[in-house]
């Protein structure tokens, strides 16, 4: 089966962590942050320790063990009742992040609108990751080389799949903003996709 998604889509630093999250709380929406089913891992399991190595360096986790990863947590989440393909819509943060992995999961998604959380003053987007790795401890954050390193990957293998996905269902939000204004922004464009009447609220 297709699930039903909309994708939050730009630099690491953009605040798509903070939209998912937040669209996530509201019955109807579930929120997948990949990032965060890489740093929920055992860190002393092979994915674990692999997953180190590549983020240490800046680096993507190669495609087939990213979106092997993601199956099985979207299978769990089904499992645990935490997720409802036929009521709930997926708010996906961190993946697809190339066109490899947007070609491998095209049976799986049914992309309705991609977020793209648009901030091209690189300077600010450092200072965020900077910022955010003090307050959470992300230490693959924390040296400005693989900051800059991600947002070259960023540049070089994930921008392109805003062309794959096409203009049509393409919304540039200004992240730049407020994250309040941002959120406002993107409500404007989920409001006009209804979300199932059966959504849990009593």
Known sequence: MQFKAFLIFGAPGSGKGTQG???GMVPGFVHVACGDVFRGLDLQSNLGRAFLQYS??????????????WKNHINKIIAM???????????????????????MLQSHLQVI????????KRDL???????RALSDNRLDDAKVEI???RLQTYEDESRPVLDFYGVGRTVEIDATK?????????????????????????
Do not use: W
Not at 94 to 100: A, D, E, K, T, W
Not at 181 to 186: A, F, H, K, S, T
């Open 125 to 131: 987007l450092v200072e965020r990751m900077q910022r």
């Open 21 to 23: 999250r937040i669209l």
């Open 56 to 69: 240490g360096r800046g680096e993507l986790v190669p495609d087939d063990v990213t979106v092997d990863l």
């Open 81 to 103: 009742g935490q997720y409802k393909p036929d009521m709930d819509v997926l708010v996906l943060d961190g993946i697809p992040r190339n066109l490899s992995q947007a070609k």
């Open 178 to 202: 407020y994250p309040y204004q941002v959120l406002r922004n993107m409500l404007q464009h989920i409001d006009t996709h209804p979300v199932p009447a059966d959504n849990g609220i009593v």
């Open 147 to 149: 900051i800059r390193a």
């Open 113 to 120: 609108k991609i977020f793209h959380l648009s901030c091209p």
